[in-house]
């Protein structure tokens, strides 16, 4: 719960910050507005524009911070529903990667899949585990390789570090 927190408010501070600023600045603007000449009007009105366009970006990154934490959470859906498992691990990826910036790089590489009946929250629990097993495996900074292919009438999700490996005594009790 801690990283989670502390995700979040990473992912939202950047966003909250330029919306912040967008607000202050547009007050500015309209304020200088009644007083500058009116050859300045141009001017101050593309900086508006620009600051308008900063805000909406923001606004948008904000959403997609929701969406992606409501099918991260949504533990009340837990019915069986078609998914993109791509999009489950994209969501996944982007949550972990604050948390792992200076330790590893997340490299994703989805192929085209078809959607899947599943327990989305589960599933994505599960992406979320085996992703952060990977990280704590490397030693020192490393790679974390994520990839999706379409293997007839499978889907094949490979996750692959650079880290130490699982010795063969253990793997008996993973298998």
Known sequence: LVRLASTLSHECNSPL??????????????????TVPPFEHARLAAIEDEVRRSALQSVTRLHEVVL???RFTNSDRAEV???????????????????????????????PLPLISCHTQEVSAVFYYLLTNAVNALDGP??????????????????????????????????
Not at 142 to 164: F, H, M, N, P, Y
């Open 81 to 111: 529903r078609p998914t993109d498992l791509n999009e489950l691990l994209n969501d996944v990826v982007c949550l972990l990667e604050p948390q792992v910036r200076g330790k590893a790089s997340l490299e994703f590489d989805p192929q």
């Open 17 to 34: 910050g330029s919306l912040r600023s967008a607000v202050d600045t547009l007050a500015v603007a309209a304020a200088k507005r009644a």
């Open 68 to 70: 992606r934490m409501q």
């Open 142 to 175: 490393g790679i974390v390789l994520i990839s999706t292919c379409k293997a007839g009438d499978q889907v094949e999700i490979r996750i692959k570090d650079s880290g130490w490996g699982i010795a063969v005594s253990q793997l008996t009790g993973i298998l």
